[in-house]
């Protein structure tokens, strides 16, 4: 441990995961696999995980603000009113993901997949979603009104 830095100890699911309690991003990156696991309500804030396995993973209520999963795996992932605000998802797989109500917004999903994604009632107009296909994902369509004036399908 690092001194100065207060660390707190999440054991879930036989996953030791340590969290900084202060304002300070994690210095290091680590890749995790929670594929397949129950993590309701987890702390991942500021975070490094790129090229994490999250495929199936229950994030329910889970705070993953201001964190980078670049390259990481969500397929058919549960993140029912997760807060993702502020991430960066860059070329991520949500394919089949549960993210009604999540908090998406000031987030990058640079060629992200979406495909069968449910993203209904999501706050995420003032994301960034270049090069993904978010219209191939359930939607309102007060948001994909929004959506395709700002990160229009690209013409084939």
């Known amino acids: ?14 996953v030791l995961a340590m ?52 390259g990481s795996d969500f397929r058919r ?18 394919r089949g993901a549960d993210l009604r109500k999540a908090r998406l917004n000031l987030s990058t999903f640079r060629n992200c997949k979406f495909k069968g994604a449910d993203i209904r009632g999501i706050r995420g107009r003032y994301a960034i979603w270049q090069g993904s296909d978010w219209w191939n994902a359930k939607l309102d369509d007060d948001l994909r009104k929004v959506l395709d004036k700002k990160w229009p399908k690209p013409k084939e």
Request: glycine share 4%.
């Open 19 to 70: 969290v900084m309690t202060e304002n300070n991003p994690k210095d290091e990156e680590e890749t995790l696999d929670l594929s397949f696991q129950n993590h309701t309500k987890a702390n991942l804030r500021k975070g490094r995980h790129p090229s994490s396995n999250f495929r199936r993973t229950i994030f329910d209520g889970a705070d993953l603000t201001a964190g980078d999963f670049t």
């Open 77 to 94: 992932a549960s993140m029912f009113y997760a807060d993702l605000m502020n991430s960066a998802f860059d070329s991520c797989d949500f």
């Open 1 to 14: 441990m690092k001194e100065g830095h207060i660390w707190k100890a999440v054991l879930t699911h036989e």
